[in-house]
């Protein structure tokens, strides 16, 4: 079974400015099979990204994802409060598994 | 617009079964993956297992032996079962719907499952395992 690592734990921003976010995967994975999330504590996680790069409905620009092989990317442009939140990367081999978070929080 | 609403029962007994359910609207049920996750509190997110519409079902293998989902098609529902549980169980769990992409091997193989994400979730239900 894949495990996703992701790093930092926890990344201490201010609003405006830039943020990215790294998934490594124990073996190479396809960039079909990584998946980016959103989740704000206390509610359901959203879909940011499939397919490593490909933004979900309603998805704003600032929000790209790169990479390929063990190492992926989630960057966050021109931080806004609402982006807050735990992120969480998710790759589906023969079955599901998720990195452990980075929580980016208000520096 | 789809919705998964969620509901069962929020404390359960340790050795006891956990038993939810999640009620689709808005959109067909058919032609896609049918999924619970959990979070136990203050940690990430576990995938549980899934079923497709057609009643086929995939689980974690660290939950397997203690899991089933099943489906009902006539109400758009699909439910899931988890037994012998211990205070490690308690969590807040979600149903979602799977999205798939798949590749054609060959005229002579099935096509093989290329991505599965998460694209619509429900409001989640925290279970607490407690006597």
């Known amino acids: 079974e894949i495990v996703l690592t992701q790093s930092p734990g926890t990344l201490s921003l201010s609003p405006g400015e830039g943020a990215t976010l790294s998934c490594r995967a124990s073996?190479?994975?396809?960039?079909?099979?990584l998946v980016w999330y959103q989740q704000v504590p206390g509610q359901a996680p959203r879909l940011l990204l499939y397919?490593?790069?490909n933004r979900a409905t309603d998805i704003p620009d600032r929000f790209s994802g790169g990479g390929s092989g063990t190492d992926f990317t989630l960057s966050i442009s021109r931080l806004e409060p609402e982006d807050f939140a735990v992120y969480y990367c998710?790759?589906?081999?023969?079955?599901?598994?998720f990195g452990q978070g980075t929580r980016l929080e208000i520096k | 617009q789809v919705q998964l609403k969620q509901w069962g029962a929020g404390l359960v007994k340790p050795s006891e079964t956990l038993s939810l359910t999640c009620g689709v609207y808005?959109?067909?049920?058919?032609?896609?993956?049918w999924t619970w996750i959990r979070q136990p509190p203050g940690k990430g997110l576990e995938w549980i297992g899934e079923i497709s519409h057609s009643g086929s079902t995939n689980y974690s293998p660290s939950l397997k032996s203690r899991v089933t989902i099943s489906i009902d098609t006539s109400k758009t529902q699909f439910s899931l079962h988890l037994s012998s549980l211990t205070a490690a169980d308690t969590a807040l769990y979600f149903c979602a719907r799977g999205r798939e992409s798949y590749t054609i091997l060959s005229a002579f193989k099935p096509p093989r499952r290329e991505s599965l994400h998460f694209d619509y979730w429900g409001q989640g239900i925290l279970v607490t395992v407690s006597s």
């Open positions: 073996q190479s994975v396809g960039r079909t099979s």
């Open positions: 998710q790759h589906y081999g023969t079955s599901v598994t």
């Open positions: 397919g490593a790069s």
């Open positions: 808005g959109e067909s049920f058919s032609g896609y993956s």
